[in-house]
C-alpha cells in the first residue's frame, strides 16, 4: 500500500482506491456540471477512477474505487461472488434487542432481489440514540436503511424510512474486506456518533455533522474553506469559514457575542485540534448593508490575525484580510470554477471580467494561459490583484493585463474591435458581476437590468469554441429569467454546483454558476 499525503485517501495501489468519504457528497455526480466522490478526485487531485462500488450521499466512511478497466471487471466479480465484507455503524432511536435479541438477520428481498444483512446490537448512547452495526456482502438499494426499518430500528435522521429527524442520516461505512488488499481498511466511527457530542446538544451535533460534511477534503487541497454554511445549525444563523490559522465567523442573528460564543465554542476547539486555528474573527452583518456597510460588529479571540495574510490554493496564494475591509478577498465558492479554468488555461485568452483580486488569473497564469485581462472598476481591488501576481512570482511574465473600467465599457469596446476584424475573440471569459455597485463611467449597476446585455456582448467576444463562466447571487424568482437570458446567447447552457462545502440546506439556495458554450452569435 502506498502512503497518501490526502488525509481522505485511505488506501491506494495500482488497481484500487479506497477513500473516507464525507456526509453529503454523492459517489459520481448526477447530472452534467455536479461533483460526486469521482469528479471531485479528478478535478483537484488529477485522480481518474472507475466506480464499482457505492455508498448513498446521505453515508460516510470507506468508498473503494477501481484505477483500471481491468480492476473495474473484477469489482463485478467480487459482488456477484459476494466475496467482499463490509460493517457500517448506524444510529437509531429505538432500542430493539429486547425484541430481536443482541443479533439478527434480516433476509427482506428487495426490488424483486435477494438481500442479507447481520445486524448487532451495540450500546445506548443517550436517552434515546442507540448504536447498531450491520455487516453485508454486497448492497441492494438502501439495503441497510430498509432492512434496519423492517426490524423495528430506521436509522437516526432516515425520514424517508421511518427515522426520525436529525442532522444527518447516521450511517458509516467502517470497515472493508476486499480480495486483492492484503489488510482490512478501516474508519473512525464519526464524531457525531458519540456519546460525548449527544450530551452537549443540537448545536455541537450539527457542528459534529458540518465537519463530517467536509472531512479534510479541503485541506488537502487549500487553506480556506467554509466549515458551516448558512442553515446547518438550527439555532444560530450563522456561517464559519477557514483561513490559515484564523476562523472567521459571519454572524446574521442577534444573538448575543457570550452566547454565541459558548455556542460555538465546540467546533471552534475542533478547529483548533484538527487544523491548528488559534484565532477567530466574528462579523455581525448589517441586515440593510447598501445603508450601514457590510460589518456592523467585528470581535476577535485567541490570537489576532495579521492584518493581510496568504492563503493557498492548490498550487497558488492570495492575499487576505479578516478585518481591514469588508470582503475578505477570497471568494471561496469559486473554487471549483477556478480550477477548471486552471485546467483549460495554457496557451489560451481569458478576460477576467468584475476580477475583484484576481483570483482567478493568479490560477489560469500559473498554468501558462497566453494572457489574462482582468477589468475591474475598483481600483484597489485590482491593486491588490498586482500584489496577489508579485506573490505568486508572476509580475515578469507579464501573462496578467490589469484593467481599471467599468466592464459594460470595455466588453463595448471588444464589440466593437471585434467587428471591425481587430480582434478574433477570446477562448474563456469569467463573468462574476457584483448584484449592485456604482462606477464613475456608466454610473449606478444593478444586475437584474445589465445581465442580458452582459450574456449577449460575452457571446458576441467569445470564440466559438471558447466557454463563458458566469456566476449571478441573485433573489430565486429571478434566476429564471437570468438562466433564459443565457440561453439566447449560448446553445449549451450547463448550471454547475457550487463546491461541496457550500451546501444548499434548509431551502438557503446559494449563487447560481454556468458553463456556457456555442455563442449563438455569428461572426
Avoid at 462500488?53 to 470507506?62: A, P
Avoid at 434496519?148 to 458509516?172: F, K, M, Q, T
Avoid at 507579464?398 to 471585434?418: C, M, N
Amino acid at each position: 500500500m502506498s502512503a497518501s499525503k490526502t488525509p481522505q485517501i485511505l488506501y491506494s495501489d495500482a488497481h484500487w482506491l479506497v477513500v473516507e468519504k464525507p456526509y453529503g457528497l454523492a459517489t459520481h455526480g448526477g447530472d452534467p456540471g455536479d461533483l460526486g466522490v469521482q469528479e471531485w478526485l479528478e478535478l483537484h487531485l488529477g485522480v481518474k477512477t472507475f466506480v464499482c462500488s457505492r455508498l448513498d450521499k446521505g453515508t460516510t466512511g470507506v468508498l473503494i474505487f477501481a484505477r483500471t478497466p481491468e480492476a473495474s471487471a473484477q469489482a463485478e466479480r467480487v459482488h456477484t461472488d459476494e466475496s467482499s465484507r463490509k460493517t457500517y455503524y448506524f444510529l437509531a432511536s429505538k432500542d430493539v434487542s429486547k425484541k430481536n435479541g443482541l443479533n439478527w438477520v434480516c433476509e427482506l428481498p428487495l426490488d424483486g432481489k435477494a438481500a442479507r444483512t447481520e445486524f448487532f446490537f451495540e450500546t445506548q448512547l443517550n436517552k434515546d440514540v442507540f448504536l447498531y452495526k450491520a455487516v453485508i456482502a454486497r448492497g441492494r438499494m438502501h439495503q441497510i436503511r430498509r432492512h434496519a426499518s423492517e426490524s423495528g430500528c430506521p436509522l437516526w435522521g432516515d425520514v424517508e424510512y421511518g427515522g426520525c429527524n436529525a442532522a444527518r442520516i447516521a450511517l458509516h461505512c467502517a470497515e472493508l474486506q476486499w480480495p486483492g488488499l492484503a489488510s482490512v481498511i478501516r474508519s473512525p466511527l464519526p464524531q457525531s456518533f458519540s456519546a460525548e457530542v449527544h450530551k452537549q446538544g443540537r448545536t455541537a451535533v450539527e457542528s459534529a455533522v458540518a465537519h463530517e460534511r467536509r472531512g479534510f477534503w479541503f485541506a488537502s487541497i487549500a487553506q480556506a474553506w467554509r466549515v458551516v454554511q448558512r442553515g446547518e445549525l438550527t439555532d444560530y444563523d450563522v456561517s464559519v469559514d477557514v483561513y490559515g490559522a484564523h476562523a472567521l465567523v459571519w454572524v446574521y442573528c442577534d444573538s448575543e457575542r457570550e452566547e454565541l460564543v459558548s455556542a460555538l465554542e465546540p467546533l471552534l476547539l475542533e478547529l483548533q485540534h484538527r487544523f491548528g486555528v488559534v484565532g477567530c474573527v466574528w462579523r455581525r452583518i448589517a441586515k440593510n448593508p447598501h445603508k450601514k456597510g457590510l460589518v456592523q460588529e467585528m470581535w476577535t479571540a485567541g490570537q489576532e490575525p495579521p492584518e493581510t495574510f496568504t492563503v493557498s490554493e492548490h498550487d497558488w496564494k492570495a492575499l487576505v484580510t479578516l478585518t481591514l475591509r469588508q470582503h475578505v478577498g477570497l471568494f471561496l465558492d469559486h473554487r471549483d470554477n477556478r480550477r477548471r479554468v486552471q485546467q483549460m488555461a495554457p496557451g489560451k485568452r481569458i478576460a477576467n471580467l468584475f476580477s475583484y483580486t484576481c483570483a482567478f488569473a493568479i490560477a489560469a497564469a500559473l498554468a501558462d494561459a497566453e494572457v489574462v485581462v482582468n477589468v475591474d472598476a475598483a481600483a484597489s481591488a485590482l491593486n491588490v490583484g498586482k500584489k496577489n501576481f508579485e506573490v505568486n512570482q508572476l509580475a515578469e511574465r507579464r501573462t496578467g493585463k490589469f484593467v481599471e473600467r467599468d466592464v459594460r465599457v470595455w466588453l463595448e469596446k471588444q464589440v466593437q474591435k471585434i467587428e471591425r476584424g481587430e480582434d478574433s475573440g477570446w477562448d474563456v471569459i469569467v463573468c462574476d458581476p457584483p448584484t449592485f455597485s456604482s462606477t464613475q463611467d456608466l454610473g449606478v449597476f444593478h444586475v437584474a437590468q445589465e445581465w442580458q446585455e452582459l450574456a449577449e456582448n460575452c457571446a458576441r467576444i467569445l470564440r466559438a469554441d471558447g466557454v463563458c463562466f458566469f456566476s449571478m447571487n441573485s433573489q430565486a424568482h429571478e434566476r429564471l429569467a437570468f438562466e433564459a437570458a443565457l440561453q439566447k446567447c449560448f446553445a449549451a447552457v450547463q448550471r454547475l454546483k457550487a463546491p461541496f462545502d457550500f451546501p444548499e440546506i434548509a431551502g438557503r439556495s446559494h449563487a447560481r454558476f454556468y458553463a456556457c458554450r456555442e455563442p449563438r452569435f455569428a461572426r
